[in-house]
Each structure stands twice: as structure tokens, then as C-alpha cells.
């Protein structure tokens, strides 16, 4: 069975830092893209960043220079340091086994495609 367990969400002020972090099990790192996405509420679910199964990295426009994410296919952990969060970073964030573009295209938070965990509730409060 196929598990994506997200932690390390909670409520912090304005500059603050959180590491999220998704242990996986039932497959392996490399056999699929892997990607940390969030959904806010009124907003549309974004691929916030991720690590294509051939080791490229992508991250959204808004985070790039304070979110850093990583992958240690030895623990198979996804993780996302997350630094100077704002408040446009609350939202639910999600652990996700999906591939990033289908014939050319993004899919988006399609979860149909793949794997997905529970999410982690984030905070960012001034």
C-alpha cells in the first residue's frame, strides 16, 4: 500500500521558518515526480515546488529564494524547508506522487494521477 504521510505544519508569525517533511512508503524516490503542493482556501491548488523522477527541481515564482526543497531517498523523505514565510503562505500543503506535465501539459493538483497525503495545516500570521 501506497503512503504519503505529511508533518511539520503548525501556526508562526510573519519571517518565520517551518520544515515540512513526507515519508513515503510503498514505492520507490525516482519511480515518480514528487512535489509539495498547497491549497488556500478561495485559491487554486498550486504545485508549490517538486523534483521530477530525473532530479530536475521546480518552484513556484512566490517562494523561490525562501523555500528549499530536498529528498533523501535513503529515509524516502520529501522534505520542504519553508524561511521568511508571509501571510499568502497559509494553506494547507500536500505531499504529492504525480507527474508534473502529460503530454506537454502541467497537471496540476490532478490527485487522480497518483499518490497524495492528508496535507499539513500552515499559518502564517502577522
Known amino acids: 500500500e501506497v503512503q504519503l504521510a505529511e508533518s511539520g505544519g503548525g501556526s508562526v508569525q510573519v519571517g518565520s521558518s517551518l520544515r515540512l517533511s513526507c515519508i513515503v512508503s510503498?514505492?520507490?524516490?525516482?519511480?515518480?515526480?514528487m512535489g509539495w503542493y498547497r491549497q488556500a482556501p478561495g485559491n487554486e491548488c498550486e504545485l508549490v515546488s517538486g523534483?521530477?523522477?530525473?532530479?530536475?527541481?521546480y518552484y513556484v515564482d512566490s517562494v523561490k529564494g525562501r523555500f528549499t526543497i530536498s529528498q533523501d531517498n535513503a529515509k524516502n523523505t520529501l522534505n520542504l524547508q519553508m524561511n521568511n514565510l508571509k501571510p499568502e503562505d497559509t494553506a494547507v500543503y500536500y505531499c504529492?506522487?504525480?507527474?508534473?506535465?502529460?503530454?506537454?501539459?502541467?497537471?496540476?493538483?490532478?490527485?487522480?494521477?497518483?499518490?497524495w497525503g492528508q496535507g499539513t495545516q500552515v499559518t502564517v500570521s502577522s
Open positions: 523534483i521530477s523522477s530525473g532530479g530536475d527541481v
Open positions: 510503498g514505492f520507490t524516490f525516482g519511480d515518480s515526480d
Open positions: 504529492g506522487a504525480i507527474p508534473f506535465v502529460i503530454e506537454g501539459m502541467p497537471t496540476g493538483c490532478a490527485k487522480e494521477l497518483g499518490y
